[in-house]
Structure formats: structure tokens, C-alpha cells
């Protein structure tokens, strides 16, 4: 082969493995566990019904990707207000939330849920949407679904799972 084709062919050839990996870093999927301290005000309102909010602060950390920006390890600061409602007919609870990594890029979501409570003892599953982002994450959206832990002490955990495109 001469000289001239072997280069067009490994030019070809890197173009092609450069536009392959460009379409696998647009979309894919990650697991992170949220650890979380909450700082959550309760107000009694009618007989049965109770109104919380506050915030929300810890880590959200990345325990399987498929790539893209996010790294299996890598730990993010949290931070959430949560608005709450509770009645006999079940929870209708909203968190807006942003994750910071330690180069300052951020993720921002919205959490929704209708299930479980907010109380030590208590579970709930839910669904959130990524709404945007900063840095490596500008362009982010995407759907997860959730499952919270309420631990005692105020904390609780929660485990993510995210499908993400740009």
C-alpha cells in the first residue's frame, strides 16, 4: 500500500472511531447512592394533614455508568428544598435539587413522589428529571427513578437510577 493511502485509510479510520465515540458520550445511564442530611419543618394543618419543608445536604455518588461525564466513584455535594404534603390520601412531595462536583459542574433536578412519608422508618419511590446542567453536564436531560430510605437522626439514603442524553 503506498504511503498516500495508508494515510487517507488511518485518517478514515480515526475520523470514524472519533464520530462512534461522540454518539456513545451523548446518552447513557448512571447509579449513584445519595447520602443525605435533612433539615425539614413540619406544620399540623387540618385534622390529618401536615405540611413539610426545608432542605436537604450530602453526597450523591456514582456507582455504575455507562460513561459519557459521569465516572464510577466520583462523589458529588447534594443539596435539595423539598416541599411536602401529607394527607390521608398518601404524600405529594417536590425537590428541586443540585448536585456540584468538585471542578464546580452541576446537574440540576426536579424529584417527585407520591408514595411513603418523610419520617424515620419510612420508604418511598419516585421519579425525577434531569432539567439541565454546567460545565461537562450543560445540555444534560433526562428521567430517573428513585428509592428513599428515611433513617433516624434526620439523614436518609436514597439509590438513583438515571437515563441521561445531551
Known sequence: MKTQNKIACFGCLSISLIASTGCIADSGTYEQVWSILTNYSKSERAPGETVIGGSSSGTATVIKTSGGPFVEGSSD???CIVFAKRNAAGIDLEADCTTTSSAGDKIFSVARR??????????????SQLVGGTGRYAGISGNCAYRVDNLSANRLVTIVKCDWQK
Do not use: P
Open 77 to 79: 455535594l447534594a443539596e
Open 114 to 127: 407520591k408514595s411513603g412519608d418523610v419520617t424515620a422508618g419510612s420508604t418511598g419511590e419516585g421519579k
